[in-house]
């Protein structure tokens, strides 16, 4: 179970992510999941600009 709500999550856009929230039963986890990977990669990204 755990691994098809990974792969499911990953298959979906940030977007989607974060209009679906409720549907996918996760909630605030997700959100925060997806939250600090995208501050990450944000951060990420400026490094190597």
Excluded at 14 to 36: A, D, H, R, S, W
Aim: aromatic residues 12%.
């Amino acid at each position: 179970m755990n691994v098809q709500k990974g792969r499911y999550r990953w298959l979906l856009r940030p977007e989607q992510i974060i209009l679906k929230p409720n549907e996918l039963g996760l909630g605030k986890v997700v959100g925060k999941l997806f939250l600090g990977l995208y501050y990450r990669y944000q951060v990420k990204l400026k490094a190597l600009r």
